[in-house]
């Protein structure tokens, strides 16, 4: 369940800088150190063989298949199905990441009644990566987001949004992942239509 508050330009930014994924594959970025030995030959193979899947979704606050007019948007999918994509993915040796664009913790039922907590519990069952920060995500205030930055699992991504007194508070600028040899960096940027909205 998507919200109207925001034009479209702004709902689909966070989905946007998520999708940017040809400028996240940073496979010589700094940190040697964690990258192919040069007393390994077969680190580059190893690196060069590696299956890389990225699950990106948009959850909107809902653990099932998002409904437009009582029926599921195409290619729409549960939490339940993420995990299970993930799996299958795994099963054929692939290396997974799952990412979400933001805005998940505010739409369905479920992040309603538990202000976003019930969303956080299912995400860091299906094993999630990460999460940028939508607009959305501030309903219920930042100490609220706060508390449910602490209880997941994964980063919360944002490089715009920072505390009153210019830190970061909950929200990473970015997170560099090592994946089956191959380095994934992914950030993340909320809607600038938060300003008009909610107050950080």
């Not at 930014?13 to 996240?24: E, M, N």
């Not at 007019?69 to 290396?95: I, P, T």
């Not at 994946?179 to 909320?190: A, D, E, I, N, S």
Request: proline fraction near 4%.
């Amino acid at each position: 369940m998507r919200t109207k508050r925001f034009d479209i330009a702004a709902r689909l930014l966070p989905v946007a800088v998520f999708l940017l994924l040809a400028a996240l594959l940073l496979a010589s970025c700094g940190h040697e150190e964690e990258g192919p030995s040069a007393t390994d030959p077969y680190a580059e193979t190893a690196a060069s063989d590696s299956k890389l899947a990225i699950i990106h979704t948009d959850i909107g606050g809902s653990l099932k298949a998002k409904k437009a007019n009582g029926e599921a948007e195409d290619g729409a999918m549960g939490l339940a199905a993420v995990a299970a994509l993930s799996r299958d993915y795994e099963s054929s040796g692939y290396q997974v990441l799952i990412l979400e664009s933001g805005n998940a913790f505010v739409g369905g039922d479920a992040s309603l009644f538990t202000e976003g907590e019930a969303v956080v519990d299912a995400m860091n069952l299906v094993g999630y990566d990460a999460s940028g920060i939508g607009p959305d995500d501030f309903s219920w205030g930042t100490q609220r987001l706060s508390e449910l930055a602490a209880q997941a699992k994964f980063p919360l991504l944002a490089a715009n949004v920072v505390a009153p007194d210019g830190a970061e508070a909950f929200a990473q600028a970015h997170r560099i992942f090592s994946v089956g040899g191959v380095r994934v960096g992914v950030f993340g940027l909320c809607a600038p239509s938060i300003a008009q909205h909610y107050a950080p």
